[in-house]
């Protein structure tokens, strides 16, 4: 037997070994004779087949871990996986969600979630600060889809006003389940951002 020269090589001559040692690392959460949950009938957009085995999987990753993750080449539809797990995971009950997304995807993400979710709000927070340039949105804004465009009317609020209502105060505004996109820019690089 020769020893590998490469990387393609190793992969080639140890596939059978890898792939049982990551299936054995990280046994599927959801398998293809698995049942979908219900909820997914509820989306204005039907994920393919391999983006329901996403969905069902992290969903039922959350049951057990706080975190997940989706990681896939542009156009797999990622976007729409995420939307779909936040719904499944909140099994029919309204929930609030949060997206850091790159900035230039920010409204992308608010017109997708328009198409994919039904009866929801979606909020962009334009700045972390209480006020801002007066010139440039600011604070949270609650966003509609107009003619295919996201244009800012609704609930205009600040995050410290959010804070003081609480979870039960937000149901009280807003019963519908809701999502919030922030650009991971404005996220990390707020005034009093500090390194952890």
């Not at 690392?25 to 957009?45: E, I, N, T, V």
Request: aromatic letters at 6%; one cysteine or more; a positive charge.
């Amino acid at each position: 037997m020769s020893s590998p020269s490469n990387l393609n090589s190793y992969l080639r001559l140890h596939s059978d070994e890898l792939a049982e040692r990551i299936l054995a690392s990280y046994p599927p959460l959801h398998g293809l004779d698995d049942a979908p949950s219900p909820a997914l009938s509820q989306m204005l957009r039907t994920p393919y087949p391999a983006q329901t085995l996403a969905i069902m999987g992290v969903a039922k990753r959350w049951d057990i871990s706080r975190g997940a993750h989706v990681v896939a080449e542009c156009g797999a539809g990622k976007t729409l996986i995420a939307l779909g797990m936040m719904l499944v995971h909140a099994q029919g009950q309204p929930f609030s969600g949060i997206v850091m997304a790159p900035p230039h995807l920010v409204e992308k993400w608010a017109r997708e979630t328009f198409l994919t979710l039904p009866r929801v709000r979606v909020f962009l927070i334009d700045d972390m600060r209480n006020g801002g340039d007066p010139r440039q949105p600011h604070g949270v804004n609650e966003v509609r889809l107009r003619r295919g465009e996201i244009v800012r009317e609704g609930l205009h609020t600040t995050l410290a006003d959010l804070r003081m209502l609480g979870p039960k105060g937000w149901r009280k505004i807003c019963p519908e389940s809701s999502v919030f996109i922030i650009g991971r820019e404005r996220a990390k690089l707020g005034y009093f951002w500090k390194h952890v």
